[in-house]
């Protein structure tokens, strides 16, 4: 039970992408009918999920986040029409790359939350950081030189 | 006649006839293996080679070369030539300037794995096809051939030639065992997460960041590399912890994805001897479990499983890890 | 095939013919219904309050069985279908009463609601398929009939799943098939009283003569009914016409007289 | 030992009747309606305004015939019937207060009777 | 290096409750490029502007950083204040603090701690910003209205009243669409046909209109101003220059047992039709499915009896390329199937009808000529019951979770009509809520109590049977607390109603988004309520929501003076955050074009360096005006040449930076 007990003090940072047509009117909607979600839990708009780069990912894990997610319209209710099909097969690949490297699959995260989905993004970002939290810290994608500036 | 004066006639033919201005070969070393890329010309073919220690993939060369003013003969094996054809669909090679020979190949041998044999002194290596004869040490011995072949050509992908205007081929070339290619690569899926990063975090903390597999491979043909761009946000030339060469590999191999034609040169040509077609032949692997057999190269091709996509495509979560 | 079937306690005694002519009948198309060992009573009621947990126990003890034993749980009487397959669908989706049951039967892998509960009707139509009961009719029944469905087959439907609760065509199907024509009329779906039985006899007498009639005012020369309780209120309250569905079927396959 | 109120029933009764639109739909369906002194629709409303004591006197509890019509129709998703049961299964384990005895059992009962009836009048009807 | 403002927005209390804005105000002030940190009650009030507009000129700021609510929100108007100063416009970023921020978190502590990191990020993100410029693209000046109904019709109307082309796609032979159907209007009365025919005549001898019925939008391409459009024209098998609607064809076709799908199929028609007798165009077509001559080769009647040589059994289906500047979808509703409704015994009972059957029995031009009869005999029902929300408002998962929000008026409507032509008629109603919020709506439903005597009961049934041929409605009355049994002759049930099921084809197609109900979704719901997401595209009728006619008219009319609107202009500045290529880095490889979803991307060879050492290279150039930048391109470039203005991989890095540190 130690373990559980330690992992109430981590707090883990949380990168969330949010492609600006579905997924981040989807947190705006969160923010305004007051869906909680822990504040470590930061979110970078995007105008498409697929405009996500896979380096970003990376950087975000090297500068010290605990789990990515990227969030975009569902498919077939892509802005660009297409754009999150690409985003899917980009991540799956991706994803299943940095598992195949050992990284624990539930650090990364796909999620399509519409416009109108508050709750779901909400309930999302929860479900995450409880995930990550169990986890615990990303040491295998971390870079030393920036968590020494902690 | 033996397959390299054979090669040899077709390209002093070539050259005679003025059908072409240069032949894009391999050029012998000082040593019995170190064979190179070379480019003759009809008043200089000397030290034309072509034999089992060949396998450097010419394609990648023709991206430079086809700028160049006049015709080019080319020597490819099968595995170069769908090199060959990924960089005509990218626009990188002007295929009218080329002539593409297709060579008989029963794959190419791995100098170390002879030397690991023990001998002190090698003398001579000659091809007797299922059995390679080693003269060393003032002895004579024969060696099955698989037992010597390159890394890349353990589970060559294919005997076919995916484009050549002419072949020579005097030996039949056995098909490879198509199912074998992605055996490692599904070990590697059964372990745990945390034994497959110790095998990783063990084999590229052996990465000294030399670029040889980036300058060796037909997909990286960028003008400047993102590595070498200060503006891309990942520049770097040296690898200063551990998470700099997966940063490196992962996304090489992420650029490539879907246009590799798993040709095998980045393990051939890694001084640490690190595995890295197995992170291609991943992306290789999930995209054919995924979304249907690809084999980048094997027509020149608008497609690529990286710029396509089917609305019917699974979630990245029923990949993972699967 | 073999099934694994739990008959109940009604059809070892006052519904023995129900069974009988099931069991003849699916020997004759090509089923053997395999009676669980030990099998206790399901209740004969859903009980639906949150808390009721031991009343769950004996319809997952079958469930469990048949789970390591096919997959596959046949049930006959109407009442024991409606408990255990909303027993079942409780241990598949209700957390609580899913945790509750598992931890008192201390079962060596924990009961999730993993067997298929289906009833001789869906055998019939799924299994052996309504089109060869067809050719293996011997009697074709050659009667105007009017099926009586109840209740406990079809309702709550999001858990059933047995039909379209209000416009169900199964029974009237498998009339089809052993030769008879069926007749709908509009309260087949209605409660015929059920257990109030019991303690109010007008209350079941007006719902099941207002039954019997809207089948008679259609022309039913018989009314089908697969629950003993249907058929012992329909004919108590004048239903001289009411038979198990399971008797026609191994009349007209000719495996009884 | 059980504390017995209007939260007591809502819990074991695995409905939110907050749902109801007040349509009347259950009570529209039901087939025991005329034997109810409190309808079906007015247990949901009942249950909603906590009114417990109301609820603990009905006598429509041992009518109602858990036929489900009223659950399959209710266009909201509001169980009445699990309404009822639970006001019944209250009121049975209150006043430990069986609707039968085993004594009232074999006057009523004819050669005919099927074991189920017996059972489930029981399940129903005692505690 | 920059000069950067930063104005922090208390929102009223919506901020400042749980964000300490002083604190975030401290800290910003200390970050690198800074100059300026204030904090104001309403930054997007009219003094909040204005002192961002003073600090701008006063400290001669480069570029400013908004924290406030979502970019979604007043990005725009920000933007505009930044530019009144003479800042470019893209020199602005936003800090979301209050949807991302205070509205989410309850302690003070965290919610400062996270609004500071926001606002830094933004900073960080800001001193890699540069000006942007839009470009501009042409407009063709003509719309697209897909969709031949009332709102259709009306929309196209007013476009082309404006000068300006416009075309009609129609799935069916005729416009006119479900309004063609019923037979009065509420609250008024009038007869549908005599006020939607005359409408429907200018729209065909319109100069500016142009009409394809029995047509489907095949294929959409372009962008706003700039669509393609490829239209199927159905084969009629019928020349529509020739045909001149006489309808002996129709009266010589041996095929005669056709549904009528106008008339509801209550009736039939031959395998040759004309819908209905004011159908525009008034041309007949035949049913392939039906038309014997077609299916076996043999007959051929319709073509010797025809006049004007109009019938053509080879003609195929065609396809028409246009372009358009703006598009409208009206393609309207349909009712639910009743499949999980038999409780209503529709199934069953050919007197249990719709709403809608029922308007097609009272119609002149219907089945019975307008005679009210009942269709299992023809018989007039003495006896009438409606049933409202019939799948509507049922979260069962048998109907629709909505409100249908027309059916409440009709059934007044209808009962009104029975009860005035049929006086001997007893007419009930079984409802829930009359809703009839709407000018004169409630008063016309007080009509039909108080005047016309229909009986009301406020209730649900709960089923329907026969009895001795009377139909049994066994429902509740819940003002009384009864059950009761009403003996009727006619059933009517209102009905609820859905999107048209093709609206999901086009809302694929132009890329527009679509609810859970397949209601198309408006870009604002309360301030943009006709426009989509998809610039360029505008909605009109039910396929947006539940809407009687006056609503929808309203409606088609609204989107038709934004379809105006946009076509009056002669350019259309874009959005200046699309991508470039780098042509230094830029390898040719063709990757970006293929998941290019705009075809944007187009290739160069290009001579670099001069003399000896010029090399050709091939090179990626985008098209600005059509690009809209998704940033597809810029992950598929492995060489990192191509970016996005305004989402830069350098300003998105950056903010992964400070997002990150610690």
Request: aromatic share 8%.
């Amino acid at each position: 039970m130690q373990e559980i007990t330690e992992n109430k003090e981590f707090k883990p940072l949380i990168v969330a992408f949010c492609c600006n047509w579905c997924s981040y009117a989807g947190a705006d909607l969160a923010g305004s009918s007051r869906l909680s979600y822990p504040a470590n839990v930061k979110i970078i708009r995007v105008p498409c999920s697929c405009r996500v780069n896979p380096i970003f990912i990376l950087k975000a894990f090297q500068r010290g986040a605990d789990g990515v997610i990227l969030c975009g319209c569902h498919p077939g209710d892509c802005h660009y029409s297409e754009g999150n099909y690409r985003t899917r097969r980009r991540m799956s690949l991706l994803f299943s790359m940095l598992n195949y490297l050992g990284i624990e699959k539930e650090r990364t995260r796909v999620e399509w939350v519409s416009a109108a989905e508050g709750a779901k993004f909400s309930a999302v970002m929860n479900d995450f950081v409880k995930t990550i939290t169990a986890l615990g810290e990303n040491k295998k994608l971390e870079d030393l030189r920036c968590k020494s500036k902690n | 006649m033996q397959i390299q004066e054979l090669v040899l006639h077709k390209a002093e033919e070539y050259l005679a006839s003025g059908k072409v201005d240069r032949v894009l070969a391999w050029k012998k070393g000082e040593t019995f293996y170190d064979n190179s890329p070379a480019i003759f010309t009809k008043d200089n073919l000397n030290g034309f080679v072509y034999n089992e220690f060949c396998a450097p993939n010419l394609s990648k060369y023709l991206v430079n070369e086809s700028k160049k003013e006049g015709k080019i003969l080319v020597f490819l094996k099968p595995c170069d030539t769908y090199s060959f054809n990924q960089l005509v669909s990218e626009h990188r090679i002007d295929r009218e300037k080329i002539v593409v020979i297709g060579l008989e190949c029963q794959g190419m041998l791995d100098e170390k794995k002879i030397y690991n044999l023990g001998f002190k002194r090698i003398e001579k290596v000659e091809d007797g096809l299922d059995n390679i004869i080693i003269t060393a040490d003032g002895q004579q011995v024969q060696i099955k051939r698989e037992e010597l072949l390159s890394v890349k050509c353990v589970d060559c992908k294919s005997k076919e030639f995916a484009v050549a205007d002419e072949t020579i081929v005097v030996n039949e070339m056995k098909q490879p065992d198509k199912n074998s290619r992605f055996s490692v690569v599904s070990e590697l899926e059964k372990m745990t997460e945390e034994e497959r990063f110790k095998f990783w975090q063990n084999e590229l903390s052996k990465c000294i960041r030399c670029n040889a597999c980036r300058n060796v491979c037909p997909a990286c043909t960028c003008t400047h590399c993102v590595f070498d761009n200060n503006k891309s946000g990942i520049a770097g030339k040296a690898n200063s912890d551990s998470f700099e060469e997966k940063l490196y590999h992962i996304i090489r191999a992420y650029h490539v994805a879907g246009r590799c034609t798993d040709c095998g040169e980045c393990s051939r040509v890694c001084p640490e001897s690190i595995p890295l077609h197995l992170i291609n032949r991943k992306f290789i692997k999930d995209i054919n479990d995924n979304y249907g057999e690809f084999q980048a190269g094997k027509t020149v091709s608008e497609h690529n499983p990286l710029v396509d996509y089917t609305k019917g495509d699974c979630e990245p979560k029923e990949m993972v890890g699967k | 095939m073999k099934i694994c079937y739990y008959p109940g306690c009604t059809l070892k005694n006052q519904a023995k013919r129900l069974d009988d002519c099931a069991r003849l009948s699916a020997e004759a198309l090509g089923v053997t219904m395999e009676e669980i060992p030990e099998w206790q009573c399901c209740g004969g009621v859903y009980p639906m309050a949150k808390d009721e947990i031991a009343t769950k126990l004996s319809s997952v003890r079958a469930l469990d069985y048949a789970k390591h034993h096919g997959g596959t749980l046949l049930t006959l009487c109407s009442a024991c279908h409606n408990v255990i397959k909303r027993v079942n669908n409780d241990m598949a989706t209700e957390k609580s009463i899913r945790d509750k049951v598992n931890n008192y039967m201390r079962l060596d892998e924990r009961y999730e609601g993993e067997t298929k509960v289906i009833h001789y009707l869906e055998m019939l139509k799924d299994i052996v398929g309504f089109d060869n009961i067809k050719k293996a009719v011997k009697n074709p029944v050659n009667k105007k009939i009017g099926a009586y469905y109840g209740c406990l087959l079809l309702r709550p439907s999001n858990v059933m799943a047995f039909d379209n609760p209000e416009n169900p065509t199964i029974l009237e199907d498998f009339i089809s098939a052993i030769g008879g024509t069926p007749v709908k009329y509009p309260f087949r779906n209605e409660c015929c009283g059920a257990y109030v039985s019991l303690t109010n006899k007008s209350l079941t007498e007006q719902k099941s003569k207002k039954i019997l009639e809207s089948a008679a005012a259609v022309g039913a020369e018989l009314v089908l009914t697969a629950c003993p309780l249907c058929y012992y209120n329909l004919k108590k309250n004048g239903g001289d016409n009411v038979v198990y569905f399971t008797e026609l079927l191994a009349k007209a396959l000719g495996v009884t007289e | 030992m059980e504390n017995f109120d209007i939260e007591y029933i809502k819990e074991i009764s695995r409905t939110d009747v907050r749902k109801c639109m007040k349509c009347g739909k259950c009570s529209g369906r039901c087939p025991a309606f005329n034997d109810m002194d409190i309808k079906p629709h007015q247990f949901v409303t009942l249950l909603g305004q906590g009114k417990f004591d109301v609820l603990l006197k009905s006598k429509a509890i041992f009518s109602c015939l858990s036929c489900m019509a009223c659950v399959e129709r209710c266009p909201r998703g509001v169980a009445p019937a699990n309404v009822i049961e639970a006001v019944r299964d209250t009121v049975e384990r209150m006043q430990n207060g069986n609707a039968i005895k085993a004594e009232d059992i074999p006057p009523i009962v004819d050669d005919l009777i099927p074991q189920q009836l017996l059972v489930s009048a029981y399940r129903k009807y005692r505690k | 290096m920059q000069r950067i403002g930063v104005f922090i927005c208390h929102c009223g209390t919506n901020i400042a409750a749980t964000v300490n804005v002083e604190k975030v105000t401290e800290a910003l002030r200390k970050e690198p490029c800074v100059v300026f940190a204030d904090n104001y009650q309403y930054m997007c009030s009219e003094n909040g502007q204005q002192l961002i507009k003073n600090k701008i000129k006063e400290y001669n700021l480069t570029g400013i950083v908004v924290c406030a609510c979502s970019p979604r929100m007043h990005e725009g108007t920000f933007r505009k204040t930044a530019e009144a100063a003479g800042l470019n416009p893209y020199m602005v970023e936003i800090a979301n603090i209050r949807e991302q921020c205070s509205w989410i978190h309850k302690d003070i502590d965290e919610a400062t701690e996270k609004a500071v990191i926001l606002g830094r990020t933004a900073i960080a993100k800001l001193t890699l910003n540069t000006p942007l410029t839009a470009g501009e693209t042409g407009v063709t000046k003509r719309a697209l209205v897909i969709g031949g109904g009332i709102a259709g019709i009306q929309c196209a109307l007013d476009i082309a009243d404006a000068g300006y082309e416009v075309d009609i796609v129609e799935k069916r032979p005729t416009i006119g669409g479900r309004m063609s159907q019923l037979d009065k209007t509420f609250p008024t009365l009038d007869c549908s046909a005599c006020i939607l025919t005359p409408k429907m005549v200018d729209c065909a001898q319109s100069e500016k209109i142009k009409l394809f019925t029995y047509s489907e939008v095949e294929e959409v391409k372009g962008f706003v101003g700039n669509f393609k459009v490829k239209i199927k024209k159905k084969a009629r098998y019928v020349d529509e220059t020739k045909c001149t609607g006489c309808g002996v064809c129709m009266a010589n076709c041996p095929s005669k047992k056709g549904l009528n799908a106008f008339n509801m199929n209550l009736n039939t028609r031959p395998a040759i039709y004309i819908p209905f007798a004011q159908a525009i165009p008034n041309v007949a077509v035949i049913d392939p499915e039906q038309c014997i001559k077609l299916k076996t080769g043999k007959c051929g009647l319709c073509q010797m009896k025809c006049g004007v040589g109009a019938i053509d059994y080879t003609q195929k289906d065609e396809y028409v390329d246009r372009e358009y500047g703006a598009i409208v979808v009206a393609t309207g509703f349909k009712p639910i199937d009743l499949t999980n409704f038999n409780e209503y015994g529709y199934a069953d009972n050919k007197d249990v009808i719709t709403s809608l059957e029922l308007e097609r029995l009272m119609n002149a031009a219907g089945p019975t000529k307008g005679v009210l009869l009942r269709p299992s005999d023809n018989e007039h029902p003495k006896v009438i019951t409606f049933i409202q929300c019939v799948g509507s408002r049922d979260v069962s998962g048998c109907g629709k979770p909505y409100c249908s929000k027309i059916c409440c008026m009709y059934t007044a409507k209808h009962a009104m009509l029975i009860r005035e032509k049929y006086p001997d008629t007893e007419v009930h109603v079984f409802y829930i809520d009359v809703r009839t919020p709407g000018k004169n709506y409630d008063e016309f439903y007080r009509r039909a109590v108080e005047q016309y005597g229909v009986d009301y009961i406020k209730g649900m049934v709960g089923k329907v049977y026969n009895e001795n041929g009377k139909l049994m409605v066994q429902g509740s009355n819940l003002l009384d607390n009864t059950q009761v049994v009403i003996p009727s002759d006619l059933v009517v049930l209102a009905t609820a109603i859905e999107p048209d099921p093709s609206v999901r084809d086009i809302a694929s197609k132009l890329t527009i988004s679509i609810d859970t109900n397949n209601f198309l979704t408006e870009a604002h719901a309360k301030l943009k309520p006709v426009e989509c997401a998809t610039a360029g595209v505008f909605l009109a009728g039910v396929c947006q929501g539940p809407k009687d006619v006056p609503e929808t008219v309203s409606q088609a009319s609204a989107a038709a003076s934004k379809v105006i609107g946009l076509l009056a202009k002669d350019k259309l500045k874009g959005n200046p955050c699309v991508a470039h290529s780098d042509e230094m880095m830029c390898t040719g490889c063709s990757q970006c074009a293929r998941v290019c979803p705009y075809g944007a991307i187009t290739y160069e060879d290009k001579t670099f360096g001069r003399g000896a050492n010029a090399t050709v290279r091939r090179v990626a150039v985008v098209n600005p005006a059509v690009c809209q930048g998704c940033g597809a391109c810029t992950v598929t470039c492995p060489s990192g040449a191509m970016d996005l203005h305004g989402f830069s991989s350098s300003q998105i890095l950056k903010e992964i930076d400070f997002i990150c540190k610690k």
